[in-house]
């Protein structure tokens, strides 16, 4: 058998590397730019300098994407873009904006709905050029930015369809450690969970890619080194805390860290995910939780499912973040320690899902299309108990 291994993003990293777009859009060929971004990055204090900066691209920025992008941001988006008669994108942001970015360079040459050309249900062909895309990650989380694929969801219905094409692939990521620098500290929290269940779910998942394994492995290892210390300088911010050189070097080096570990994640999941995110995408779709926020609630009940079918690999994660390490559930309490010191609620109960509200979750959850790659099969009651699990 014959293996496939991807890792074609070219990545330019490192503290000011933003500094570096109107050269990049100059060495792609683009004129006439459209910057998309969501709402709240748009008010942070270094966006209007970023859109200075490409004022001889003739700029104009399209905000309008917030919470979890739906359809009607992408339409809103892609009238922008034909009003702005751009040649390219600049995505700025987390999640959200990469993928609302992705849909709207989709749908800037097809005609039809964007549900049209849903990942293995399409009904129309992906056959026109798709603009090119640089993408300034401000989360470290989804790793979108060196991902092909976007999530976008049904305004109604909330339910999640994921578009693919090798086109949607920004051409080159930027990748700022100083963009997270305001970061919050419950969604540097929520992010970083979502970072590492990709790093987990990715080294966990059915198939043979090495490639990935290591990749993901150090990924676990940036997490364990760098999450807690992003959401401790995040906490000292808030606080008013100001720091001397010496710290906030510390605190460059620790998003830099989780930066690196966010786009490994999303690297290594080619390779496939798992059952943590089937429930958190049902959480999303009935009560649009916070996808990190999601999977970080989930996840050590996800894990404590599926140490009986790893053993081995659970321990290889455990050595990874305790040396001495001698058993895989070692690991689940790694995680279990890690998520309540960065502040993540311990109990489902804390978004407000009623115990005997499991039916819609479970409904949603068994259709998911990460599952299929669990290390341990996942049927309908195993999906009950992990979510009871969870509270
Ligand atoms: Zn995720």
Redesign the pocket.
């Known amino acids: 058998m014959i293996h496939t291994y991807n890792f074609p993003t070219r990545i330019r990293f490192g503290p000011g590397a933003r500094h570096e777009l109107a050269a990049e859009l100059t060495t792609l060929g683009i004129q006439r730019v459209l910057i998309i971004t969501d709402k709240d990055v748009a008010q942070l204090p270094w966006f209007p300098e970023l859109e200075t900066s490409l004022a001889s691209f003739g700029a104009a920025t399209f905000s309008g994407v917030w919470g979890n992008p739906v359809v009607s941001q992408v339409n809103a988006g892609v009238e922008a873009w034909k009003a702005h008669g751009a040649d390219g994108i600049v995505a700025v942001g987390g999640g959200a904006p990469m993928d609302v970015a992705k849909a709207i360079a989709l749908m800037a040459h097809h005609p039809g709905h964007l549900f049209d050309y849903e990942d293995g249900a399409s009904t129309r062909p992906i056959d026109q050029p798709i603009p090119p895309i640089i993408a300034l990650p401000t989360t470290a989380g989804?790793g979108s930015e060196v991902g092909r694929s976007t999530v976008i969801s049904d305004d109604d219905t909330h339910a999640k369809k994921i578009m693919f094409d090798p086109q949607l692939l920004p051409r080159v990521v930027l990748a700022d450690p100083e963009l997270l620098l305001g970061l919050p500290a419950k969604i540097t929290a929520a992010t970083g969970m979502?970072a590492l269940?990709?790093l987990i779910e990715a080294f966990l998942a059915k198939g043979f890619n090495p490639l990935c394994d290591g990749i993901a492995l150090e990924g676990i290892y940036l997490v364990a080194q760098n999450l807690k210390a992003c959401v401790d300088f995040a906490q000292r911010l808030r606080e008013g805390a100001s720091f001397d050189e010496a710290t906030a070097a510390a605190h460059r080096l620790a998003r830099g860290g989780m930066l690196n570990a966010s786009m490994m994640g999303a690297i290594a999941f080619q390779k496939g995910?798992g059952v943590t995110?089937s429930c958190?995408h049902a959480l999303s779709t009935v009560y649009d939780t916070h996808?990190?926020l999601a999977?970080g609630i989930m996840l050590p009940a996800a894990m404590r499912f599926n140490l009986v079918a790893a053993p081995a690999q659970f321990l290889r994660m455990a050595r990874v973040v305790k040396p001495e390490a001698t058993d895989g559930q070692e690991f689940v309490e790694w995680i279990v320690g890690l998520s309540e010191s960065i502040g993540i609620p311990t109990s489902l109960g804390a978004l407000g899902v009623p115990p005997d509200g499991l039916d819609p979750l479970v409904a949603v959850a068994i259709k998911d299309g990460c599952h299929p790659l669990n290390p341990r099969p996942v049927v309908e009651k195993d999906f009950y108990a992990i979510y009871q699990d969870a509270f």
């Open positions: 989804t979502d269940t990709h995910l995110h958190a996808h990190g999977n």
